[in-house]
């Protein structure tokens, strides 16, 4: 398995190459009067929470600026995998981007302290963490790796769901094959659950669910069902392991060419299209749950929580090892107690 800190480290690959030169080409295309809209790119399909909170985003900007600042979204994953187009994005063949925690882990340590396995007690302690100073520290930690952080969105509770039956302890997932986000940290949270963790993309997932290549994923209601994976790895296990943000970055290239006003204006769309994504994000988990359990799917709650969180805590360790790192860890903890 190849090393996510490897892939960070070994610039652009060929396929990135390509990719931006493709997105150079649609940029071209995008011409406006005043300049070009900004491209953004998302992996998940267009009505998805995170992508009508960049529309969203878009919106206030026109209104804002009387037309003469845009965002256009390509989602989907038409512009390439979370790591391609990040990597696009960081060396300014994209303007912005929505990408998971996953391959940030990878550049920045700080980003790992929000995908820590039970850090967060709720949704709601996740979102009063990242609304605070705390989050504004993480997404100011990317500035030095050329990515301007603009806001967090919501990814929900993430699950555990496969082919094979239902997850009450960690005893019952040894010897799975689970599909992880390429991230070195989710790997070791498999691994310390006994189970074998296969990288992977998104986009490939029902596939090899389908073919036996892996027997299941660890993701949230919406995108368990908007991908289908429904359909073929019917076992749904409420284990709610990792309660982590998603992230809308922008290129710190394509920053540094706009005039102060327009950075502050392109960062309070962002802060601002927050409560839009929020609301239509708890929604879509409603829906989704809805869609689900009519569809058949088998849910279970887990027998023991403190199990699994106990069998994930090394992982805290192992992750969690710079005095920055620590503090901020302390401190969410900390406002979990009084939140």
Not at 197 to 222: C, F, H, K, R
Request: glycine share 6%; aromatic share 8%; net charge neutral.
């Amino acid at each position: 398995m190849t090393n996510t800190k490897e892939i960070a480290s070994e610039g652009l690959s060929r396929r990135s190459v390509l990719l931006a030169g493709a997105a150079a080409g649609v940029l071209s295309a995008c011409g406006r009067k005043g300049g070009r809209a900004f491209l953004s790119s998302d992996t998940h399909p267009p009505d998805y929470p995170t992508v009508t909170a960049v529309d969203e985003m878009a919106r206030l900007l026109r209104e804002r600026t009387d037309g003469r600042l845009d965002i256009k979204t390509y989602a989907g994953g038409q512009l390439g995998s979370e790591r391609d187009t990040l990597e696009i994005t960081v060396f300014g063949g994209l303007d912005m981007n929505r990408v998971n925690l996953a391959p940030l882990n990878a550049i920045e340590p700080v980003t790992t302290i929000p995908a820590l396995p039970f850090l967060f007690r709720s949704n709601e302690h996740m979102r009063q963490a990242l609304d605070s100073p705390i989050g504004d520290e993480i997404l100011a930690s990317l500035t030095k790796h050329d990515l301007i952080g603009l806001c967090f969105y919501d990814s929900g509770d993430r699950n555990f769901y496969n082919t094979k039956r239902p997850i009450y302890t960690p005893a019952d997932m040894k010897g799975m094959k689970i599909r992880v986000p390429n991230s070195d940290l989710y790997v070791s949270m498999i691994k310390a659950l006994g189970a074998d963790a296969t990288p992977m993309s998104l986009a490939e997932v029902y596939q090899a669910l389908v073919q036996g290549v892996i027997d299941g994923a660890e993701n949230n209601w919406p995108s368990y069902e908007s991908g289908r994976h429904f359909e073929v790895a019917p076992y749904y296990s409420l284990t709610h392991h990792v309660i982590a943000p998603e992230v809308l970055v922008m290129s710190k290239r394509r920053w540094d060419k706009l005039s102060k006003p327009d950075q502050e204006r392109v960062r309070q769309a962002a802060k601002d299209s927050v409560p839009f994504m929020r609301k239509h994000w708890d929604a879509a988990v409603d829906e989704a749950r809805s869609k689900l359990l009519a569809a058949g799917i088998k849910v279970n709650e887990i027998a023991d929580p403190a199990a699994f969180a106990a069998a994930m805590r090394p992982v805290w360790n192992k992750y969690v090892v710079t005095d920055e790192q620590k503090r901020l860890l302390k401190e969410i903890e900390a406002m979990s107690e009084v939140g």
